[in-house]
């Protein structure tokens, strides 16, 4: 039940007409939030949008009670992100949290990958966090406050089939850090969820994921986020699926061998496996990923 957990602040959610966008909008609103709800309704590759679908969304969270706006707007275009923020200027006259939700999915192998494949995957997701992360930094770097919420995937770790996917998802993870390291004397913080949950996006991964969750299994977490409760949270990647809250650890070198001056190809493969590999689970499981894609079936967790 709502508890009133961001009452009195102005929430911009990106990605909110549909999925786990539209989740965390509605959990915003009941939970005291004045929502500015965006998203240009397309299709799951990018196309064909619809302004409806975020007025539905309006029209939802009106009917339970709550104040929202629409911003029918794309968020790979500054101009985008800039009418985002402002919606939420205009009407409320502040802006405190930021959610990027917004995606789409254009698959392909990495040799079969067009150009406009990646450009289109990597502006809505990359790109169209840093419209509105931008435009919203600017106010909130003067309020002195401010959360934003970056959505990223474990993809990011690599994908086999999604290099422009991944590839977005890995540089959500450093803006989010960036933005967590260069906001911080401003008291404005900034995390990331990479989720799994139910949507027509995991619908189209071609095997069953081995966990699964519901989009209003996410949307808690993004509250918190977003809330004073976690005022000492920042430059975090959290996984959230179902009732599972992971956090990732921080990239650090984890072993190194040194010399005085500078090394030989022959010097490094004679001690290189003193510095070695880390394994990539990813590469070790790939035959199982292929069964399971082959059969429809579950890979072990
Ligand atoms: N569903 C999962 O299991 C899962 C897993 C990992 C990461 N994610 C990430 O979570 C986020 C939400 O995914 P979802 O499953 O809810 O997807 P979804 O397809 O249900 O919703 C995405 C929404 O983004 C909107 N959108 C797309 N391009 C836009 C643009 N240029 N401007 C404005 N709006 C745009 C769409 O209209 C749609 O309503 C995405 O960033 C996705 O990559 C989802």
Same mark, same amino acid.
């Given at each position: 039940?709502?508890?009133?957990?961001?009452?009195?602040?102005? *929430?911009?959610?990106?990605?909110?007409?549909?999925? %786990?966008?539209?989740?965390?909008?509605?959990?915003?609103?009941?939970?005291?939030?004045?929502?500015?709800?965006?998203?240009?309704?397309?299709?799951? #590759?990018?196309?064909?949008?619809?302004?409806?679908?975020?007025?539905?969304?309006?029209?939802? %969270?009106?009917?339970?009670?709550? @104040?929202? !706006?629409?911003?029918?707007?794309?968020?790979?275009?500054? #101009?985008?992100?800039?009418?985002?923020?402002?919606?939420? +200027?205009?009407?409320?006259?502040? %802006?405190?949290?930021?959610?990027?939700?917004?995606?789409?999915?254009?698959?392909?192998? +990495?040799?079969? $990958?067009?150009?406009?494949?990646?450009?289109?995957?990597?502006?809505?997701?990359?790109?169209?966090?840093?419209?509105?992360?931008?435009?919203?930094?600017a106010? $909130? !770097?003067?309020q002195?406050?401010?959360?934003?919420?970056?959505?990223t995937?474990? #993809?990011?770790a690599?994908?086999?089939?999604?290099?422009?996917?991944?590839?977005?998802?890995?540089?959500?993870?450093?803006?989010? &850090?960036?933005?967590? #390291?260069?906001?911080?004397?401003?008291?404005?913080?900034?995390?990331?969820?990479?989720?799994?949950?139910?949507?027509?996006?995991?619908?189209?991964v071609?095997?069953? +994921?081995?966990e699964?969750?519901?989009?209003?299994?996410?949307?808690?977490?993004?509250?918190? +986020?977003?809330?004073?409760?976690?005022?000492?949270?920042?430059?975090?990647?959290?996984?959230?699926?179902?009732?599972?809250?992971? *956090?990732?650890?921080?990239?650090?070198?984890? &072993? /190194? %061998?040194?010399?005085?001056? &500078?090394?030989?190809?022959? /010097?490094?493969?004679?001690?290189?496996?003193?510095?070695?590999?880390?394994? $990539?689970?990813?590469?070790?499981?790939?035959? /199982?990923?292929?069964?399971?894609?082959?059969?429809? @079936?579950?890979p072990?967790?």
């Amino acid at each position: 039940m709502a508890s009133g957990f961001l009452e009195g602040k102005v *929430v911009a959610i990106t990605g909110a007409g549909g999925g %786990i966008g539209r989740a965390c909008a509605l959990a915003c609103a009941a939970e005291g939030a004045k929502v500015v709800v965006a998203d240009i309704g397309v299709s799951l #590759a990018g196309e064909d949008p619809k302004s409806e679908v975020a007025d539905a969304v309006v029209a939802e %969270i009106a009917a339970a009670g709550g @104040e929202a !706006r629409s911003a029918a707007d794309d968020v790979s275009t500054m #101009a985008g992100g800039a009418h985002i923020v402002q919606t939420a +200027l205009d009407a409320w006259g502040r %802006i405190d949290g930021v959610v990027a939700v917004a995606g789409i999915l254009r698959e392909r192998m +990495l040799f079969n $990958m067009s150009e406009d494949e990646w450009d289109a995957v990597v502006a809505t997701h990359l790109k169209g966090h840093f419209t509105v992360f931008r435009h919203a930094a600017a106010v $909130m !770097r003067k309020q002195e406050s401010g959360s934003l919420v970056g959505f990223t995937s474990g #993809a990011f770790a690599g994908s086999v089939a999604q290099a422009n996917y991944s590839a977005a998802k890995g540089g959500i993870v450093s803006l989010v &850090r960036s933005a967590a #390291a260069g906001l911080y004397r401003y008291g404005v913080r900034a995390n990331a969820v990479a989720p799994i949950a139910r949507t027509r996006m995991s619908a189209n991964v071609p095997m069953e +994921l081995a966990e699964m969750g519901e989009p209003e299994d996410v949307a808690p977490f993004v509250v918190y +986020l977003l809330s004073d409760a976690a005022k000492d949270v920042t430059g975090q990647v959290y996984t959230v699926v179902g009732g599972r809250i992971a *956090v990732w650890n921080q990239p650090a070198e984890v &072993r /190194e %061998i040194r010399k005085e001056g &500078r090394w030989t190809p022959e /010097e490094i493969a004679g001690r290189f496996d003193e510095v070695g590999v880390e394994r $990539m689970t990813l590469i070790d499981r790939l035959e /199982e990923y292929r069964k399971a894609a082959a059969t429809g @079936e579950k890979p072990n967790n």
